[in-house]
T-cell receptor, first 110, second 116 residues
Framework: SQQGEEDPQALSIQEGENATMNCSYK?????LQWYRQNSGRGLVHLIL?????REKHSGRLRVTLDTSKKSSSLLITASRAADTASYFC??????????FGTGTRLTVIP | NAGVTQTPKFQVLKTGQSMTLQCAQD?????MSWYRQDPGMGLRLIHY???????DQGEVPNGYNVSRSTTEDFPLRLLSAAPSQTSVYFC???????????????FGPGTRLLVL
C-alpha cells in the first residue's frame, strides 16, 4: 500500500492552543498535500509542499517536510473551534494520483 | 459553478443488487477519480480517468466498473453489491490530473452506501 500513516489518530485541544499532526510515508514523492474534512463533507485542499521544499506557510498553517525521514507535519496555530475536522495527508509519488493517509481527527474545545 | 456533484447522498442496497453512483463536474476538468473511505483506512483510490474515453484502475478496483464518455461525468458502477462495499464514496476532479506537478483535487460531498 502507498498509503501514509498519520498520528495521532485523534487530538483534543483547547481553543487558542496549537495543534500538530504528523504524517509518515513509504515511497519517494513529488509533493505532499494536506486536506481537511469536516464531518459528513468532502475533502478540501489546504496546502501543498513540494519534495524540494522543507517548510511552507499559509495563514495559520505551517507544513514541514523531511524527505530523508519520509515524514511531514502540519501545525495549526492559535486554533479555533471552527478548525474541528479531520485532517489528511496525501502523497503524490507519480504523475497523477494521490495516496491518502489514515487521518487525524482534531477537536478544538471552545 | 456547482463544482463536483454526487448523487445519491445515501443508498441502501441488498447483497447482489447493482447500482450506479453518479459524479459530475462543471469545471471542465480532464481528471476524475473515485475513492472509498472506510474507518481507519483513509481514502483509497478505486478508479481514475485522465480524459474522456480513458480509465484506469487504482488501489482497490475489484467489484467496480467505470466509464468516461464525456468530460463532465464519471459514473461508478457496482454490478453485484457485497457487504464489503459498504463505505462512503467520494468523487474528485482536477484540471489535468498532474498532481505530480502540484495540481490539487476538488472533492464532491460523498455518497454513503450501505449494503445489507
Amino acid at each position: 500500500s502507498q498509503q501514509g500513516e498519520e498520528d495521532p489518530q485523534a487530538l483534543s485541544i483547547q481553543e487558542g492552543e496549537n495543534a500538530t499532526m504528523n504524517c509518515s510515508y513509504k515511497t519517494s514523492i513529488n509533493n505532499l498535500q494536506w486536506y481537511r474534512q469536516n464531518s459528513g463533507r468532502g475533502l478540501v485542499h489546504l496546502i501543498l509542499i513540494r519534495s524540494n521544499e522543507r517548510e511552507k506557510h499559509s495563514g495559520r498553517l505551517r507544513v514541514t517536510l523531511d524527505t530523508s525521514k519520509k515524514s511531514s507535519s502540519l501545525l495549526i496555530t492559535a486554533s479555533r473551534a471552527a478548525d474541528t475536522a479531520s485532517y489528511f495527508c496525501a502523497t503524490v509519488p507519480g504523475a497523477n494520483n494521490l495516496f491518502f493517509g489514515t487521518g487525524t481527527r482534531l477537536t478544538v474545545i471552545p | 459553478n456547482a463544482g463536483v456533484t454526487q448523487t445519491p447522498k445515501f443508498q441502501v442496497l441488498k447483497t447482489g443488487q447493482s447500482m450506479t453512483l453518479q459524479c459530475a463536474q462543471d469545471m471542465n476538468h480532464e481528471y476524475m477519480s473515485w475513492y472509498r473511505q472506510d474507518p481507519g483506512m483513509g481514502l483509497r483510490l478505486i478508479h481514475y480517468s485522465v480524459g474522456a474515453g480513458i480509465t484506469d484502475q487504482g488501489e482497490v478496483p475489484n467489484g467496480y466498473n467505470v466509464s468516461r464518455s464525456t468530460t463532465e461525468d464519471f459514473p461508478l458502477r457496482l454490478l453485484s453489491a457485497a457487504p464489503s462495499q459498504t463505505s462512503v464514496y467520494f468523487c474528485a476532479s482536477s484540471y489535468s490530473g498532474l498532481a505530480g506537478l502540484g495540481e490539487t483535487q476538488y472533492f464532491g460531498p460523498g455518497t454513503r452506501l450501505l449494503v445489507l
